[in-house]
């Protein structure tokens, strides 16, 4: 009745950005990204039959609120499938993704409470069927299953069966690095929950945005196949732009981007323009990942690090799926 | 054989992003402006018969290239329609647009030639027809015809007929006073012809974008009728966005912002939260307009001095449409 996973975060180059269905979260257009190395959660459940509710810890310390609501609302989702429908959990998790990193937790931390709580409970799920289910817990989450360059399908099934996440290449394919660029001012207005929810009823470029994504999709998968740096970084760069550009369309209008953030993408586009080949991408929130090659590492870096308005830089390899402990 | 005239400027409030003829200037949305009081051109134009080509000063400097071909085109337009076609003018424009203040000199500048040329070639048009003719040399300058509140309908003949300005509200209708903010850096790597195309071209938001002028246009016309500044101001904003949303999606995707442009958009709203009701506007390039409120000038003006990477901040009120002198 206890089990250990360890589960990667990973970064979108192609962005999940709406939901078609909130509830079991599927989203209106399938996404694809890359698993980072550096930054990953390890999580252990436990079900006993002498607690009264679950407990959650993140890093040792108790967790209450809305994170702790989540967490037992994907148990019930595990435990409901169960015979064990009255056992609740401790669950202890160790986040190693950095905070200064940037990245939002729960794509690894759902990926590795899925997989980690599933086994506890007895259940023998395949990659698949547990990227089903993690995708309930955090949308995101369901592509951290998988390392290395993973799509996440969108399905077309109301009961979201075909809605998971499947392998492009692993992460031994090819090694694009990618730069976590955090800036000192990191304030956000809008969640992107709320973003994408208020894009999706009333942007104009919605629309635009879905009928985009089939091509974006068809042309990066085959640039990843060939390993075409140019090729993957353009599209993954081009597919950000659009995703930010619906939220300037919504009503009230609202960016994530702040002055740093324009200035790291302008500083990107600069270093392309001195022959080192980096592209950046942006996920709901003013910090900028930044792809590049490993020969260009210590250039890279350097140049982040010199931006005035960033706060650091931090660099991670392609990372492989969830893993038992 | 000579006449003398003087136009002023004006910055877009729904903007004119696109065309459907690039020939006679048509284009795909209808747009509104306020013309501007600080900023205009004055030009005189005077037929001779003893002239071999056309002679073009722009604040008493001889001018040729590109510029010079864009004023004999126009000229020969005004020239074929009547009994003196192979008469060359001289022109001598002043810009008192201050080349610090960042708006283009096209708008005041075709809209002082078209009026100053057809008088002097012995036309008697009436406004409209005035704003006709000044469309085919500038499509924003048609615009400048008139005072205040100025809408271009775009019409939808082929011949151009119905494509031309009407006023609105005259520049006494209210006064809403314009702050032009000037960046440090200006630099601009598309045009804003090209970026036009190009956005209309290959922009899958560009559909979305015409979709919603028709409501953002009624819209601000009751907000001005009705001298909403929040209603206006809001509008004019989220028109802005919207247009520059556009170039994100564009292949290869552009923007026309830069760091400290993003900083002035922060700024303003700030502004706001503080309780100083202002608003932004920015057109085909980096630098950003600021609507604001008379009893507000001094602050505003202050704090848009103080934002780092701002050079220069040129205030305005609303100006009169062309005049002969």
Redesign the interface.
């Known amino acids: 009745m206890k089990a250990t996973a360890k589960a990667h975060t990973n970064i979108a180059l192609i962005k999940y950005w709406g939901k078609r269905n909130e509830d079991i979260i599927l989203p209106t257009n399938s996404s694809l990204s890359l698993t980072l190395d550096g930054f990953y959660t390890t999580t252990t459940v436990a079900f006993h039959d002498d607690l009264s509710r679950d407990v959650f810890t993140l890093n040792d310390q108790i967790i209450e609120g809305e994170s702790y609501n989540r967490v037992t609302k994907f148990l019930d989702l595990i435990r409901n499938q169960s015979e064990k429908k009255h056992l609740f959990a401790e669950v202890h998790s160790i986040n190693t993704v950095p905070t200064a990193a940037g990245f939002a937790s729960s794509a690894s931390g759902f990926a590795a409470l899925a997989a980690a709580s599933t086994r506890a409970i007895g259940f023998n799920v395949n990659d698949e069927e547990l990227s089903r289910l993690t995708r309930q817990g955090s949308g995101s989450a369901c592509r951290s299953i998988y390392g290395g360059f993973v799509e996440w399908e969108m399905g077309s099934r109301e009961d979201g069966l075909d809605s998971h996440a499947i392998q492009i290449a692993s992460e031994k394919h090819w090694d694009v690095r990618v730069a976590a660029v955090v800036l000192s001012s990191t304030e956000k207005k809008v969640s992107s929950r709320a973003g994408m929810k208020r894009t999706v009823e009333t ?7 879905l ?2 994504i089939p091509y974006d999709m068809k042309e990066i998968k085959a640039a990843i196949r060939e390993k075409d740096f140019e090729k993957t970084g ?1 599209i993954a ?2 597919n950000c ?2 995703m ?3 939220t ?2 919504a ?3 609202f ?1 994530y ?7 790291v993408m ?1 500083t990107v586009q600069e270093m392309r323009e001195n022959g080192i080949p980096a592209y950046f991408t942006i996920d709901a929130g003013p910090n900028v990942k930044v792809l590049y090659l490993p020969e260009n590492e210590d250039k890279v870096k350097k140049v982040l690090e010199d931006i005035p308005g960033v706060s650091d830089v931090t660099l991670s390899k392609p990372g492989p799926g969830v893993t038992y402990l």
Chains 1, 2 share one sequence.
């Open positions: 942007s104009p470029f919605y629309t635009g945005w009928d985009s353009s760069e081009a732009l659009k930010h550009a619906t300037l369309g009503n009230p209008p960016t981007w702040h002055d740093t953030t324009m200035r302008q």
